[in-house]
C-alpha cells in the first residue's frame, strides 16, 4: 500500500432527486494511484469523472467511501493538492505575478513579501511567461491564462497536481504547446497528476495509464488502459508507433459504444476493487486481473 | 490639441447653451411700460406694471447675483442671511455623516447576508418592505424619537443611503464566483482571509454602485428634508428664497446642488473605477 500516494475508497456520490430517492452519479469507486504517475480519467460528460477530482481536492464530498492521500484522509481541500481549473480561474484584479504569488504566499505564510514574489516570478518563468509578470488575466490570450493557472498551481510544489480538462477550451496548437509543457515539467519534477479529459489523444500523449469510465447515471470505472507507449514518445510522431494505433482505437471503441454497455451489463465477475487493466499496445497481452497495478508501477520505476 | 473630433461635442454643448439663453433673455425682456400710469400708483406696483418687466430673472440678473454667490460665498449675516457656501456646507455635512453611518451599517451587514442564505432570506422581507417607503415618512418618526432637527435629518439620509448599499452589496458578495473562492479553498486560505482577499476585491465593483446611487438619492433627499427641519442648508435656503420671493436665488440654489450632486457622484466614479477589474 505504501507505494500508492493515492487511494480513492468506495466512494459514491448522489444527487437527491425531486419527489424521493437519488440519482446515483457513481458508487463503488476505487482507485489507486502510485506517486510519481501520471493517470487520465477519460469519459463522457455526466459520469462523474469531475466530481471524482473534486472529491480528491476536497472541494467536494463523497457519500460515501474515502480518499486517502500519502496515508491522510482528505477532509477538505489542502495544499498537498493542487488543482488547475478548466476555467483557469484566475483573480482577474491580480497581475499574472500576483496570481501566483497568492498562492506562494498561501503555501509560506510567513514568507517576506520580497521571498514570495521571488519564487512566484520562478514559477511564472518556469511556464514561459517571463515578462508577462506584470500583466492582468483580461490581456493575457486563453493559452497564456493557464500558463498562469499551471504555475500557480505549482507553485505550491504540490504533492498532487489535479487537473479538470485544462486544456479542452484552447485551440488545437496552444493545446499541443501546453501538452508538451505540462509533460517536461511532470516528468522532470515526477509530478503525481490526475487529469480529467475527453481528448483521447491527450491521454495517449500525457498519461501511463487511462481510466476509462462508463456513462453515468450508476457511472464506474471500466477499465484501465496501460499505456505502453515509450516513455521518451513525442507528440508529432507519437502517431507513427506501432503500439498508438491499437490503444487510441480501444479507447475510441470504448468512448464509442463500450462506455454505454458496460454500464448496462456488468461482465461476470467483476470486481470495482481490481477492475481489468488492459494493454492494448501489446497485442499479446490478457488482460491482466489485479497484478497489472503493480506490473505498471514495476515497470516505471524500472524504465 | 483635441481634433475636430473632440471640438464637435463641445461647439455643439456651447451653442445650446447660447441657445438657451437667447430664448431665456428673450421670454423675460421687459416689454415696455404702461405709459399713463398715476406715479403713485406706479411706484406702488414696481418695474412689472411700469416697465412690464417679467417676474422671472433674466439670464444677466442671475449672472450678476451668481457673481455676488461666488465672490462671498461665506458671509454670516444673521439666521436668515447666509452665503451659499456655509449652507452648501451644511448641507454636504449631514448627507456625509448620515452616509458615512449607513456605509459602516450597510456594508458589513450586507456581506453578512451575501453569505449567508439563511439571513439572506431572514432579512429580505424587511428590506423589501422598508426599502420602498420614502425616507421623508420616517421624519416624524425621528423628530419624535431623537427630538433633535438636524439629527433627524442625519437619520433620513442615513435611512435612504442604506438601501442600495445594502443590496448591492449582498448581491455582490452573494454572486462571487465560485471558482474565485474555491481557488482560495485549494490554497487553504482561511475564511476571513477569504472575505478580505478574495470576495471583496471581487464584490468591489458592485459594492462602489451601490455607494454611488447612495450618494446621489442622499444628495436628493437632503434638500427635501432641510425643507421640513428649517434652519440651515441649501434646502431650507431654497425655501427660505421662495418666501423671500426671489426667484434669483432660487435658481441659483438649482445651479449649485446640481454642481455639488455631480461633484459627489464624480468621487464615487473615480472609485468605481479604481475598483473595476476586466475579466
Known sequence: MSS??????????????????????????????????????????????????????????????????????????ALDRAVIFQSHALLPWLTVLGNVAYAVAAKHRDWPKTKVRELARRFVE????????????????????????????????????????PFSALDALTRGTLQDEVRRICLT???????????????????????LMTNGPNARIAEIVKNTLPRDRDRNSMHRMREYYPIRNHLMDFLISRSTALRDARPGGWDPRNVPVVAPGEPAEEEVPDTGLRAVARQRTAG | MPGPERLRPLALSLAVFAAFVTVWAASTR???GAADLDPEYAALMGAQVTQGASAMPGP???????????????????????????????????????????????????????MSQVLSRALDPYIQILKPVSPLAWMPLALYTIKDSNASAVFVIFICSVWPMLINTAFGVSSVRKEWLNVART?????????????????????????????????????????????????????????????????????????VGMLLDQMLAAAARAVTFPE
Open chain 1, 4 to 77: 500508492n500516494l493515492i487511494s480513492v475508497e468506495a466512494i459514491a456520490k448522489r444527487y437527491p432527486q425531486k419527489g424521493g430517492g437519488a440519482v446515483t452519479i457513481f458508487e463503488d469507486l476505487w482507485l489507486r494511484i502510485d506517486r510519481g504517475e501520471f493517470v487520465c480519467i477519460v469519459g463522457h460528460s455526466g459520469c462523474g469523472k469531475t466530481t471524482v477530482l473534486n472529491i480528491l481536492a476536497g472541494l467536494d464530498r463523497p457519500d460515501e467511501g474515502v480518499v486517502i492521500v500519502d496515508g491522510k484522509e482528505v477532509t477538505g481541500p
Open chain 1, 126 to 165: 518556469l511556464v514561459g511567461l517571463a515578462g508577462a509578470e506584470g500583466k492582468r488575466p483580461a490581456e493575457l490570450s486563453g493559452g497564456m491564462k493557464q500558463r498562469v493557472g499551471i504555475a500557480r498551481a505549482l507553485a505550491i510544489e504540490p504533492k498532487i497536481l489535479l487537473m479538470d480538462e
Open chain 1, 189 to 211: 519534477t515526477e509530478q503525481t497528476t490526475l487529469m480529467i479529459t475527453h481528448d483521447v489523444d491527450e491521454a495517449i500523449y500525457l498519461a501511463d495509464r487511462i481510466v
Open chain 2, 30 to 32: 421687459a416689454t415696455g
Open chain 2, 60 to 114: 444677466g440678473e442671475v449672472a450678476a447675483k451668481l457673481w455676488s454667490h461666488i465672490r462671498d460665498p461665506f458671509y454670516d449675516a444673521g439666521p436668515n442671511d447666509k452665503g451659499i457656501g456655509i449652507q452648501l456646507a451644511y448641507s454636504i455635512g449631514r448627507v456625509l455623516s448620515g452616509y458615512a453611518m449607513a456605509v459602516v451599517v450597510a456594508i458589513p451587514l450586507g456581506f453578512l447576508i451575501g
Open chain 2, 187 to 259: 490554497l487553504e486560505v482561511p475564511a476571513w482571509k477569504r472575505a478580505l482577499t478574495v470576495i471583496l476585491p471581487a464584490a468591489a465593483p458592485t459594492i462602489v454602485t451601490g455607494m454611488r446611487i447612495s450618494i446621489g438619492i442622499a444628495w436628493l433627499v437632503i434638500v427635501a428634508a432641510e425643507m421640513l427641519v428649517g434652519g440651515t442648508g441649501i434646502g431650507y435656503f431654497v425655501w427660505n428664497e421662495w418666501n423671500n420671493l426671489s426667484i434669483v436665488n432660487v435658481i441659483i440654489a438649482i445651479l449649485f446642488i446640481g454642481v
